[in-house]
């Protein structure tokens, strides 16, 4: 069975950096989307940036140039590498996956999902 954890999330200054980490088991496909999404209370679910099995990336326009995804060799771990972090970054981030052979950056299209991890970025 697939299973996504999360971890990273915390505080940081405006400006700051951090790095979140998606633990990936179970997902074996030939085709498969992995994303990061975040919600921030009273928003809607967004997606923030999203890999294929290929390698091939997308992202938000409003974290483009800031945020990058990654996976490890073994395609285990998913990462997010976030950078000059702003305070509306604030949110819980979700990990996500799904196999297909086509991924969007719409949190329906996903079907796998971590439990969350917080980061709080202050002025």
């Known amino acids: 069975q697939v299973s996504l954890v999360e971890s990273g999330g915390g505080s940081v200054q405006a400006g700051g950096s951090l790095t979140l980490s998606c633990g990936v088991s179970?997902?074996?496909?030939?085709?498969?989307?992995m994303g990061w999404f975040r919600q921030a209370p009273g928003k809607q679910r967004e997606g923030v940036a999203k890999?294929?099995?290929?390698?091939?990336?997308y992202y938000a326009d409003s974290v483009k140039g800031r945020f990058t995804i990654s996976q490890n060799n073994a395609k285990n771990t998913l990462y997010l590498r976030m950078n000059n972090l702003k305070p509306e970054d604030t949110a819980m981030y979700y990990c996500?996956?799904?196999?297909?052979?086509?991924?969007?950056?719409?949190?329906?299209?996903?079907?796998?999902w971590g439990q969350g991890t917080q980061v709080t970025v202050s002025s």
């Open positions: 179970g997902l074996i496909s030939s085709s498969y989307c």
């Open positions: 890999v294929y099995t290929t390698g091939s990336t």
């Open positions: 996500a996956a799904v196999r297909s052979t086509y991924c969007t950056l719409f949190a329906v299209g996903y079907t796998y």
